[in-house]
């Protein structure tokens, strides 16, 4: 095994988020992970970046009441596992599933789960549109650099329970985007909150959390079938 690469400090990211020990250490250990392991579906490899575009960027959600409480937690499009892993390290008590629809990332978030020891998480194999065991279940949804606003409230609305909560990470703010977002939450049973804008770590620009809360029950039309929301999304139509 090649000798682990030298990772920045994550001690402030403890304290800000109030980590124990072994939860920094987890922290720390997954950003090794994201940095050295070649499997690793990222092109972010330097340690700093890895430490504040992954793992800080993940943990700035937990400033909203809503993650920070939560039982349930889907992270659509996974990926690499963020923003779900560094939030199932930092909420042990919530159940975490990792949803993904490729199947070699899914490989590389289980392996990565099981070397944090994180007994929390589960790793699916599947999509949001089909995963019909997660429909109404779940507390909290996340969605970082999937999809139009308006597909992931499409994606998200049909799993969260009512009084549930979609937390999007979004860059710079985009009028029309926003707009196709409102009109999709509309007809879903979303309300819209202004979006918040976060600076996870010094210097960080143009950072933004949306948030959708559930109010009203999604019709039973939804989801679609599988690739629907995308060509043909709610607040374009």
Not at 32 to 52: K, S
Not at 74 to 92: E, N
Not at 108 to 125: I, K, P, S, W, Y
Not at 133 to 142: E, Q
Request: hydrophobic letters at 45%; one cysteine or more.
């Amino acid at each position: 095994m090649s000798e682990e690469v030298t990772f920045p400090p994550v001690n402030v990211l403890a304290a800000l988020f109030d980590l124990n020990a072994r939860q920094s250490e987890q922290l720390r250990r997954f950003g090794v992970i994201l940095a050295q392991d070649e499997n690793a579906p990222t092109t972010v490899r330097d340690p700093v970046r890895v430490r504040d575009d992954h793992l800080a960027d993940a943990l700035v959600a937990l400033d909203l009441p809503a993650v920070h409480s939560a039982a349930t937690i889907a992270d659509l499009g996974s990926g690499a596992g963020v923003p779900g892993i560094p939030l199932a390290v930092a909420l042990p008590e919530a159940r975490v599933a990792l949803v993904e629809g490729n199947g070699r990332k899914c490989q590389f978030m289980r392996e990565a789960a099981d070397e944090l020891g994180l007994t929390n998480v589960d790793v699916l194999h599947d999509r949001a549109e089909t995963w019909t065991d997660g429909l109404g279940r779940m507390d909290v949804v996340t969605a970082r650099a999937l999809a139009p606003l308006d597909v992931v409230a499409e994606y998200a609305a049909p799993l969260l329970r009512l009084g549930g909560a979609l937390v999007a990470w979004r860059g710079q703010r985009d009028p029309e985007d926003e707009a196709c977002g409102r009109r999709a939450a509309a007809i879903l049973g979303l309300t819209v909150d202004e979006p918040l804008h976060v600076e996870p770590y010094p210097g960080a620009l143009n950072r933004y959390l949306h948030v959708l809360v559930k109010t009203d029950p999604t019709p039973d039309r939804f989801p679609r079938r599988d690739g629907v929301a995308r060509k043909r999304p709610l607040g374009r139509a």
